[in-house]
T-cell receptor, first 111, second 113 residues
């Protein structure tokens, strides 16, 4: 699985968009980009995933660059409840469920 | 629909003991994965079970083992506990074994003293 690199921490004002970058320059063609978040004292929560097209759901949008070497998770209107650690991971599309997790980005949404 | 249930939530053991943690996946999910989370290392993959078979294994010593039952419930066991085994142990269930979102439980907080 490809390694991903994320900033250690970020701040965002409540109500503004939070843009969380992720670098995955060694990603292979059959690896998906997944985003999860972990709120303190809870298990990680799935947010969104994509292969090469941009994706949007009720939680967030995922923008993947054309060369697939990086992506950005966008929380359009961040709230205090979005304060969490956000993980970007690359997952092989085959039967390999092994996930390599980094330390993620700690996002603080400030009032 | 009930989520992933892990028991117990908290556990304190002494060095040298063994421990068994339990995970009940979401109904209908056949894949269960286990992770260890420590502050400095983040989440580390332990192993994955699908239809009672171990499909993948992480880089952990043989003291860490697991199994999955026919109802998809899974257990992991750690023998001869060490202080460094203190961590949050997370279980995740998925519908299939590949490329589907994983649903995590709240975890079991193990403290080894």
């Amino acid at each position: 699985d490809a390694k991903t690199t994320q900033p250690t921490s970020m701040d965002c004002a409540e109500g503004r968009a939070a843009n969380l970058p992720c670098n995955h320059s060694t990603i292979s063609g059959n690896e998906y980009v997944y985003w999860y978040r972990q709120i303190h004292s809870q298990g990680p929560q799935y947010i969104i995933h994509g292969l090469k097209n941009n994706e949007t759901n009720e939680m967030a949008s995922l923008i993947i660059t054309e060369d697939r070497k990086s992506s950005t998770l966008i929380l359009p209107h961040a709230t205090l409840r979005d304060t969490a650690v956000y993980y970007c991971i690359a997952l092989n599309a085959g039967n390999n469920r092994k996930l390599i997790w980094g330390l993620g980005t700690s996002l603080a949404v400030n009032p | 629909k009930a989520g992933v249930t892990q028991t117990p939530r908290y556990l304190i053991k002494t060095r040298g003991q063994q421990v068994t943690l339990s995970c009940s996946p979401i109904s209908g999910h056949r894949s269960v994965s286990w992770y260890q989370q420590t502050p400095g290392q983040g989440l580390q993959f332990l192993f994955e079970y699908f239809s009672e078979t171990q499909r993948n294994k992480g880089n952990f010593p043989g003291r860490f083992s697991g199994r999955q039952f026919s109802n998809s419930r899974s257990e992991m066991n750690v023998s001869t506990l060490e202080l460094g085994d203190s961590a949050l142990y997370l279980c995740a269930s998925s519908l299939e074994a590949a490329n589907t979102e994983a649903f995590f439980g709240q975890g079991t907080r193990l403290t080894v003293v």
